[in-house]
């Protein structure tokens, strides 16, 4: 069972009282945008096997979303992090790679202090 801890209340809870949300860190367009990024925003979605990083609800706690990193083929849970973060925290990216020395980043990595960790 997979289980994740809450990043806003700090509760540690199983899959059931969650609720999925589907890829994090999707990049969203609004009106204007051409056909070809809004057909991807709508429908394009990532399947990896590995890393991966996914929406989650706290439907029966806090209800907050929040974010998290985790691998599709283990269920092993790298971190969560809250929704508001633009990328992993630096935490969570060294976690990943003390595991799966050969990922990589699929965004520009930042500096460390334009990611939120609070
Ligand atoms: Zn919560």
């Not at 609720?19 to 990532?46: N, V």
């Not at 992090?81 to 990943?96: D, G, M, S």
Request: charged share 25%; net charge negative; with cysteine.
């Amino acid at each position: 069972m997979l289980t994740l801890t809450c990043p806003c209340c700090g509760i540690r809870a199983e899959e059931t009282e969650l609720a999925p949300g589907g890829e994090a860190h999707l990049k969203r367009f609004g009106p204007g945008a051409s056909d070809e990024d809004f057909e991807s925003y709508l429908f394009a979605r990532k399947n990896p096997k590995g890393v991966h990083f996914e929406r989650w609800r706290h439907a029966y706690g806090c209800g907050k979303w929040f974010l998290a990193a985790r691998c599709t083929a283990t269920l092993e849970v790298f971190g969560t992090y809250k929704a508001q973060n633009p990328h992993p925290t630096p935490e969570i990216v060294a976690a990943i790679r003390a595991k799966r020395p050969d990922w990589t980043p699929d965004w520009t990595e930042t500096s460390p202090a334009e990611s939120l960790t609070e």
